[in-house]
């Protein structure tokens, strides 16, 4: 068993440091979700956000107060959070992938801080580098800390909530998952990474750079099925560019008939010679949002949410949510189905 194995089913280590009524938190990353999440908890009793920083020459010496349309206390916006030591929870809302957001999450925590992160890879960082989460593991368990990547997608919806749903069947033999969101109600950097306003050549071409298309699928799904029982026999993905039938409207400008107004994104999970686990997520211009899960257990289950669930306003209303969870969690690198253990506990 290793390391981070044993943290998650024994939770070793006590966690270190007090704190008195209201969570210290700090808001690192100050993007659009950032500041959404910021936002929520300039709201919310039982913390207190003392602390913000971001890498912005714009934004390092403001206030906080006036990145926000709301109320909020007197924070002055810092470059890095080195000086920052903290007995409570740091917001981070800065990257997708593992390796690139290491060092930060590793000063964090080494800072005194627990984290709650918006990173992708973070919700399963297994499937991306078992070695940075063997070491971020370790070094939360040495520090008392715990460390969480969670957000909508990755991280509740294709995952936690699919893992709480299985939690009424006795026995789950198959799961599907299809997930289609608006783009025109999403953010800018959403539209961009979706390929929106691209050539099909350049949508093509980026994809198979790895450089274009949803970070996450491979956490959700590999993440499902360790904690259904499900050895991984192959994991598969694929990409294709959504094509504008005639002009459509969208947060980039009209995009002309024959360019690309999103992405559609499939994977699947194959486990004794059969498929598992199949995820279908489309992202573009004007699509009709909605969200569904279907469960082939005993019994089965269909979820539907018509309108789907907005990414941007539920990541922000899932990691202020889950602020006092993280507060109070055992040290160690954590996933969500640590934090939602409801799951079925037999496959078929």
């Not at 306003?313 to 899932?318: D, F, P, R, S």
């Amino acid at each position: 068993m290793s390391a981070l194995q044993d943290s998650i089913e024994t939770g070793a280590g006590p966690k270190a440091g007090g704190r008195g009524e209201a969570i210290p938190v700090l808001c690192y990353g100050l993007g659009p979700i950032g500041l959404a999440i910021a936002a929520v908890l300039c709201e919310r009793s039982g913390v207190s956000v003392t602390g913000a920083v971001d890498i912005d020459p714009a934004k390092v010496g403001g206030d906080l107060s006036d990145l926000l349309d709301r109320p909020a206390p007197v924070v002055t916006i810092a470059r890095e959070a080195s000086q920052a030591l903290g007995d409570g929870v740091a917001v981070h809302a800065t990257g997708s992938q593992l390796a690139a957001v290491e060092p930060q999450l590793t000063g964090l925590l080494e800072n005194g801080w627990n984290v709650l992160s918006t990173c992708e890879e973070l919700v399963y960082p297994q499937a991306a580098d078992p070695a940075i989460a063997e070491r971020l593991n370790a070094l939360a368990r040495r520090h008392g800390r715990t460390l969480l990547g969670a957000g909508i997608n990755p991280g509740f919806l294709l995952d936690a909530l699919v893992l709480v749903l299985s939690g009424a069947c006795t026995v789950v033999r198959a799961v599907q998952v299809r997930r289609v969101v608006d783009t025109n109600a999403r953010r800018i950097p959403l539209q961009q990474k979706a390929g929106v306003g691209l050539t099909s050549a350049e949508f093509r071409a980026r994809a198979q750079a790895g450089r274009i298309g949803h970070v996450g699928l491979r956490q959700s799904a590999l993440l499902v099925a360790a904690r259904l029982g499900w050895q991984v026999d192959d994991y598969s993905e694929q990409i294709e560019p959504v094509i504008a039938e005639s002009p459509m409207q969208t947060g980039l400008g009209i995009i002309p008939a024959g360019d690309v107004i999103g992405q559609r994104q499939r994977a699947a999970v194959l486990s004794g010679g059969r498929e598992v686990l199949r995820y279908d997520l489309q992202m573009s211009a004007g699509a009709p949002a909605s969200d569904d899960i279907e469960i082939d257990g005993s019994p089965p289950i269909r979820q539907h949410v018509s309108g789907g669930i907005n990414g941007d306003i539920g990541t922000a209303a899932v990691i202020a949510n889950l602020v006092p969870v993280v507060a109070a969690a055992r040290p160690g690198l954590l996933t969500m189905a640590d934090i939602l253990p409801l799951a079925a506990g037999a496959t078929g």
